[in-house]
């Protein structure tokens, strides 16, 4: 039976908001943006970046060919933000599943691991399509035998993938799975989207579960590793359509039941493919996320000092024309770096950053580069490096391609 949608919780009280501002960081903040090189070709897209834990940062991104097949590769950057390694080939296949929205990645794992997920179609259908993980132990050299982190033979939509490292080794895997509300339905049947979570370790996928069972299409999924565990978001999908970010956590070995992190009451009848961003140090964690509730298009951040179970008072951070796809960092000290895409006229839009406080004040955004409202500019994509944050993006074209900048944040 589905977990109860109105298990919402109130807001962080008044002594919640004296804990966010007793950890909150309160120095000025400066922030600067140079590009670095890229060591993409070519019609590229759909980029994501993650940082290793000897301070390399891996890019991945998707490679059109002539043929028709598409490559998935990365490269990876050395810790002193200067130079690439040779980007290397995952794969390249005709029945690649290709979304500016859903996208694949590689994270490298505490012990240098690095685990790849892709998308690759199972069926005729516009969505039929799986997810599949494969891991490397050399570096990208050679791949593992791929493997499903959801139940198999069903033509449906998988996708959106958040992968968590865990520090015992291994990782937790989140995405949606519409293949789960299929098992022993009728064939016509149409199911809401499921929010799975799978666990990888030893080569292999060791565990599925099934977390929430009405969830948004196509929204991205986020996931961040307080002191107490995991802590997972997502666009939520009640039976009236209101999309709201909910959480899980994993309390004591077991799942909590879902809980709305702010109820902005957003009602719409179809995915606005738009999903939240969380990070965490410790116990204190932020969120951001997009809303188009009262037809005012808006991103939001909220905090939590007690990982995740409740959230204080969101503040607004755009610039008035949001179009969301966001992104979220910690820095030292407990205060966010949060990325969104910002409006600026017709179709023309600006990436736009900014550092936000547990206390809700905030910096001055900061303008990234030139953008496009268009799906085809994707959604850019962070990594907390020393200093800062490493951003790619695509630059759409004929042929697109990926640039890459550092993202510095300093006191004033």
């Known amino acids: 039976m589905r977990p109860s949608r109105h298990i919402r919780g109130a807001l962080a009280g008044a002594a919640a908001l004296i804990a966010a501002l007793a950890c909150a960081d309160t120095s000025a903040r400066s922030i600067s943006v140079s590009e670095l090189s890229s060591p993409v070709g070519p019609d590229a897209a759909e980029p994501f970046v993650a940082r290793a834990?000897?301070?390399?940062?891996?890019?991945?991104?998707?490679?059109?060919?002539?043929?028709?097949?598409?490559?998935?590769?990365?490269?990876?950057l050395d810790s002193a933000l200067s130079t690439w390694s040779e980007p290397r080939e995952i794969l390249r296949r005709k029945d690649l599943f290709v979304n500016w929205a859903d996208f694949p990645s590689v994270v490298p794992l505490a012990d240098g691991t690095l685990l790849a997920h892709w998308l690759q179609r199972n069926g005729e259908g516009r969505y039929a399509y799986d997810v599949r993980l494969?891991?490397?132990?050399?570096?990208?050299?050679?791949?593992?035998?791929?493997?499903?982190?959801?139940?198999?033979?069903?033509?449906?939509?998988?996708?959106?993938v958040s992968i968590l490292p865990r520090a015992e080794g291994g990782a937790s895997i989140v995405l949606l799975d519409g293949?789960?509300?299929?098992?022993?339905?009728?064939?016509?049947?149409?199911?809401?989207?499921?929010?799975?979570?799978?666990?990888?370790?030893?080569g292999r996928v060791t565990s599925t579960a099934i977390l929430d069972t009405r969830v948004c299409d196509c929204c991205q999924t986020t996931s961040a590793m307080t002191s107490r565990g995991p802590v997972l978001a997502y666009r939520d999908r009640s039976e009236e359509e209101i999309r709201d970010m909910s959480v899980v956590r994993l309390v004591d070995g077991q799942w909590t039941e879902p809980k709305t992190l702010h109820a902005d009451g957003w009602k719409i009848s179809?995915?606005?493919?738009?999903?939240?961003?969380?990070?965490?140090?410790?116990?204190?964690?932020?969120?951001?996320?997009?809303?188009?509730?009262?037809?005012?298009?808006?991103?939001?951040?909220?905090f939590s000092t007690d990982a995740?179970?409740?959230?204080?008072?969101?503040?607004?951070?755009?610039?008035?024309l949001p179009t969301g796809r966001v992104d979220l960092e910690m820095l030292?000290?407990?205060?966010?770096?949060?990325?969104?895409?910002?409006?600026?006229?017709?179709?023309?839009?600006?990436?736009?950053?900014?550092?936000?406080?547990?206390?809700?004040?905030?910096?001055?955004?900061?303008?990234?580069?030139?953008s496009s409202g268009a799906r085809s500019s994707g959604f850019p994509r962070m990594a907390r490096v020393p200093g800062g944050a490493v951003m790619a993006w695509t630059v759409p074209g004929t042929p697109s391609t990926i640039k890459v900048a550092m993202i510095r944040v300093g006191a004033r």
């Not at 834990?53 to 998935?72: C, H, K, N, T, Y």
């Open 53 to 76: 834990p000897d301070g390399r940062v891996v890019l991945s991104w998707l490679e059109r060919a002539a043929d028709s097949s598409v490559a998935f590769r990365f490269a990876m």
């Open 332 to 370: 030292d000290g407990g205060a966010a770096l949060v990325s969104w895409v910002e409006r600026t006229g017709g179709d023309s839009a600006e990436v736009w950053v900014r550092v936000v406080r547990a206390d809700g004040t905030m910096e001055p955004h900061a303008v990234v580069t030139p």
């Open 134 to 160: 494969s891991e490397s132990r050399d570096g990208g050299a050679t791949w593992s035998e791929s493997a499903l982190p959801h139940a198999p033979g069903f033509q449906a939509e998988h996708g959106f």
């Open 179 to 202: 293949g789960a509300g299929l098992v022993g339905a009728p064939k016509d049947a149409h199911p809401a989207m499921h929010l799975g979570y799978a666990t990888w370790g030893d």
């Open 270 to 302: 179809s995915c606005p493919v738009n999903g939240p961003a969380i990070g965490a140090v410790h116990d204190t964690v932020a969120a951001v996320w997009f809303t188009g509730a009262q037809d005012t298009a808006r991103v939001r951040v909220a």
């Open 308 to 320: 995740g179970a409740t959230f204080g008072p969101a503040v607004r951070i755009d610039g008035g």
